[in-house]
């Protein structure tokens, strides 16, 4: 069992900069992948970053040269900045994981989830 704790959501103003962070426990962290997805109301939830066991990231159109996920096996957290913030990126973000994804965009892929941090970007 993996349970995973975000942090570090806020009301930020558009062009400002967020650093949400994701504390995982219960197994080995360095193995596993680690994904940032996000849910806006009335929206389906999305895929937003994710890096790999390996360290591949991989990112989502709407968030490329903005935002950047890093993790450190040490702390057993992984970190999503968010630079450049646009009201579009309003949403609750949820920390994700699971071993081994294939399809990395896809929620399903997934069967590790925290229990979402609120951001609010402000135009």
């Known amino acids: 069992q993996v349970q995973l704790v975000e942090s570090g959501g806020g009301l930020v103003q558009a062009e400002g900069s967020l650093r949400l962070s994701c504390a995982a426990s219960?197994?080995?962290?360095?193995?596993?992948?680690m994904g940032w997805f996000r849910q806006a109301p009335g929206k389906e939830r999305e895929f937003v970053a994710v890096i790999q066991g390996g360290g591949d990231t991989y990112y989502a159109d709407s968030v490329k040269g903005r935002f950047t996920i890093s993790r450190d096996n040490a702390k057993d957290t992984v970190y999503l900045q968010m630079n450049s913030v646009k009201p579009e990126d309003t949403a609750v973000y949820y920390c994700?994981?699971?071993?081994?994804?294939?399809?990395?965009?896809?929620?399903?892929?997934?069967?590790?989830w925290g229990q979402g941090t609120q951001v609010t970007v402000s135009s």
């Open positions: 994700a994981s699971a071993f081994g994804v294939v399809r990395y965009a896809r929620p399903n892929s997934y069967y590790y």
């Open positions: 219960g197994r080995t962290f360095r193995s596993y992948d």
